[in-house]
């Protein structure tokens, strides 16, 4: 959509429809009492749009169509593809369908005692997918970057214990890469591969880990718009993998004053991706709220705005972690917060009932 | 607390601690390796922290209190004053209690039989108190500023149509009072007094309707961290008002990209907000999402995060409202909604289970 | 601009032309590919997007024009009015001319004495304006809120001092007014009347200090975009007094992590607004910084971004100021300052030069 | 700084020292009337504040030093190292010293003519250092990427197109570098490499970058704030690398309603960085504001601000550009940004004069 300043010449607007032609698309004039707008017919995508703000008289360009088509619900229904939500299998689990799916485990993988012993409690209080950081990305270098950083062999050695407490405790596994060096590694053992959001417009990590043909869980950046985050979801696609699970994590707060969370976990963003695209949204409430004594309310409240997943990080002692203690939760306190949400799943699922896709 | 610089003099610190001393408190040096920290002893919520960080040697100025105390839990506990959840009466109806509250109505009055037929249809599905606007905030002159707009007289009207929905269908009623010169006026036909969102940093208008003693619903202003929102809660306890419902209607959206949603809708602000006052805590899904597709999730979601209420707009044809069409929902969606958010309450409300206070 | 689904029906297209027609407005259709566009032939302020939003087969409701209209270039233009930057005299001084205006003062008028030293020196210094504030915005009750908070009768005494410093040193003065009830008292001693950034949605009080037929010193809110906060500078021209000085002092910060400052200083707004409306543009890198190392850089580049003036705290010594020291700059610094940013003035003027409105 | 709440026990006071003893620092314990606060003697800067503020009684824990070191200020302060401002060379200019350097060239490179009529031009126009992208980040799939997408290459081809115009224009040459794979091929051609801000969190990047020992030109990410965006510039000095140019390119726009600009120009945050670090810092209006209207504006801010350079997009003919035309400017515009920043930075150095460090 080409919007004209009110005092545009004719010639100004022959131009601009002569550009529109130039890329192989028809342009469509209407004549106002104000102003001419002009809107382009075609797949308006490849068009930059800054270039046509630039072009004598015009006021503003427009896009109108969203900046994602593979993954959209409109070119599903325009194309007949299938419809409804994306069903993504990963082992003996199954993101998207109808069971609320829990993702636990801790921050950071520390030793094989404590892995085996998280896993083993986390399966007891419900959890059907097992996560352990390894390679932690980190706002600075000085703290601990979890034992991938000591180098590839104890990386190895981590994602093994990894894997064998999957295989052990029967849990499909996850764990973030942060590095395309890293991608190979972490696609022996792993059964999903997890994108941070700090990686989220690492647009060449995004599709090399895409080609590994793995389920990617693949989280939001703090300072993304739903439509950015989105866009960054259709470079997977592109490469022809679309076992992407999105995870709402938080964004960043603004307001004056303190808001007493780490992030602003935007729970609205769930059911308004939903609608915008069939792929299955999780939420993230350990790092959103950082804060151990609103997980809670705040994994209930996710489930509730629609999320069918859920990732929750835990510790037997959440005092004794290395890194992000304070918004751990003991695996007792991880069955509660099971117990709740499978009702409130089953209380709001029927309004978000859709066809599933078979992975 | 008075962070130092690593190379700030004897005197520089000693002239820390004679300002403290001006002040009537006591300084609590301790000297570290790299730098000295000095911490205030009493009350520094009179403290200009900016005062201090001009102060020679000074590397920072932090203060340790929240800004806020009369509404606060620690200050409550401190000074063994009555804990848990204020319970504010208005009418027959109680909020801060142990059932969960439903506000709904239109967003703005625009004629009687307009106005009645919600009302009815609202107290059908379950509402408790009815809301309608009649001066209402717009950014913009050239819009319908509500009924409010056309002098003293019509606004009366509206407030007195208001008053007779409210008693013919058993519900008490709330309205935005915008400015001081409304105030006698709206106080004399509503039970609740709302102020809105735009005017939550406006401390005159706080304190005079304050002082009418009526119950206040206190919006969140959508630039507002939650220890400003509390501080300015703080405006009206001071002028000895504690019936005040603070509600959370959604805050700027942040992120590269379009969000989808007309705010942020803050729900880890909810528990956050209701571990730092004993003052109810309600929910705006209307106006947070500005999208009636929405709003079954948000107050699912909203009620799961620990809301104690709801204020929903209502309309039997949303597509015939002057104002906001797009976010509101019909009379048998809130009824839907309602079901669903009774039996949420019910499943999280042991985890907030707190000793009522008698308003 | 109405852009509608892609499986919108004809029925649903016609109803839209239908609802359009309503208003009083015409109907553009323009059938595209994928989708159909309608544009609205009118004045569409009037319009309320959000209803159009709802109606079935919308996608999307646009407006297409900004949302003021008396103060914007484009109406100027339209309807063959004055063009150029409008100049607003008060007292001897006259903003938005050719000469770099500057206002100077204490943030807080704490006594006379205090008060005349610091007029006397900033009119040495340099300044043309004298600046004090009696009525104070804090967010939190427990702060100083300046002498008009002690009573009438003080807010009236340091208002003549400020009155009675002006016309010693030859300057007109400006004071906030922060509610209506201080209206008349503030107007009948000072030249310009400063609406802070907190009350900037304050729409009633906009209009009624319009009316008193003052220059207005209006601030920009912390979390309004451009776009808003000339929306609400329309509510003042609504009025018929287009004497508007528009203040750009920080908006919220953003960022993961801490910013060093204050807010964020907007200095691409200034040129940005500029290009909007012929109302001057001032800045005050005192509240948008919030530190006095800033002071001269920041009020060098907001010269060099196009700003008409400058409202810079000042005080002969900040650590003693009651409010802000923190931001507070000496009559020695003030001089510094001016001489830099008059000089950066003289190299920038020419390429925003531009036909004066006589005020 | 670790804060307790003011019902802590003794036995949870004890606790937490035990802790700080345990990481090998020392407790310094301050008793207050209302709490107790703990300091932490020692480097806390490999300190988890999120595992104090998870054990009993701790109502904070907030870190009091910066989160780097090796770039800061007081670290050179204190350890005798050198201070003032780092000189950084790349080929026959010097950035960071007395003289504002201009960074010139096309957003991307579309041809060898055009990139050498561009190189020409920006160099009569006063340009010091040609830029111009072959690896372009984009938020869509779907839009040009760049030569550098079409393979090795052509990438190639066009890396030596873009040392070849450095040569015969005698300018050193800046390009992004994108993914770790890239390094190898950019680092043999490019004088220094840019990391953009999409890659500012990109550790494993950073890193890698750093160790082919070329001076970086290091962007802010548009959600990072300043402490954030320094923590990250000291991934690449922990790898011994301090030849790093920071640039600030703009921020997530905030606030309600439009900004008119594309980000928002953090101006205040180059002096504010300069005080915290010795490493030079440039600002690049093009990306910020988007707009080619306000670059002369804003080149003038960023320079009074403190800028010790500035990167602006050129091209000949900004409607021609395949990307970003809309903020590109022509090379007589160059000229005259270039005239009008000298002047200014000429009238503002020394006010921040300092000891320039030999590269």
């Known amino acids: 959509m080409i919007i004209m300043k009110s005092e545009a010449t004719k010639e100004e607007i022959a131009n601009v429809v002569k550009e529109i032609k130039k890329l192989g698309l028809k342009a469509d004039v209407s004549q106002g009492e104000f102003r001419t707008v002009i809107g382009l017919v075609g797949d308006e995508r490849k068009v930059d749009f800054s270039h046509f703000a630039t072009l004598p008289g015009v006021k503003e360009a427009i896009p109108v169509e969203s900046p994602y088509k593979l993954i959209s619900r409109e070119y599903g229904r325009r194309f007949n593809e299938e419809m409804g939500r994306r069903q993504i299998r990963a082992g003996n689990v199954s993101i998207g369908g109808d069971e609320l799916v829990i993702i636990a485990g801790p921050c950071t993988i520390e030793s094989k005692s404590q892995l085996f012993r998280i896993a083993e409690e986390v399966k007891k209080a419900g959890a059907h997918i097992l996560r352990g950081g390894i390679f932690k990305p980190r706002s600075s270098v000085h703290s601990f970057q979890g034992l991938g950083a000591n180098g590839r062999e104890e990386a190895e050695q981590a994602l093994r214990w990894l894997y064998?407490?999957?295989?052990?405790?029967?849990?499909?596994?996850?764990?973030?890469?942060?590095?395309?060096?890293?991608?190979?590694?972490?696609?022996?053992?792993?059964?999903?591969?997890?994108?941070?959001?700090?990686?989220?417009?690492?647009?060449?990590?995004?599709?090399?880990?895409?080609?590994?043909?793995?389920?990617?869980?693949?989280?939001?950046?703090?300072?993304?718009?739903?439509?950015?985050?989105?866009?960054?979801?259709?470079?997977m696609a592109a490469e022809g993998n679309k076992d992407i699970i999105l995870c709402e994590r938080g964004i960043l707060p603004v307001g004056k004053g303190k808001n007493y969370t780490r992030y602003t976990f935007d729970l609205s963003a769930i059911p308004a991706i939903q609608k915008e695209t069939y792929l299955p949204v999780i939420a993230d409430p350990s790092h959103a709220t950082g804060r151990q004594d609103l997980i809670f309310n705040m994994s209930c409240a996710a489930v509730a705005a629609g999320a069918c997943g859920l990732m929750i990080e835990t510790h037997y002692d959440p005092s004794e972690a290395l890194v992000d203690g304070m918004q751990m939760i003991t695996p007792e306190e991880l069955k509660e917060v099971i117990t709740a949400c499978r009702k409130i799943h089953e209380l709001v699922a029927y309004k978000h009932k859709v066809k599933v896709i078979s992975g």
Chains 1, 2, 3, 4 share one sequence.
């Open 164 to 235: 064998e407490a999957g295989q052990r405790f029967e849990m499909p596994v996850v764990t973030e890469v942060r590095a395309e060096a890293q991608i190979d590694l972490v696609a022996s053992y792993a059964d999903i591969m997890q994108i941070g959001a700090r990686n989220m417009y690492n647009q060449d990590l995004l599709a090399s880990v895409a080609r590994t043909g793995k389920p990617v869980l693949f989280k939001r950046h703090f300072g993304a718009g739903v439509d950015e985050f989105l866009s960054f979801a259709e470079y």
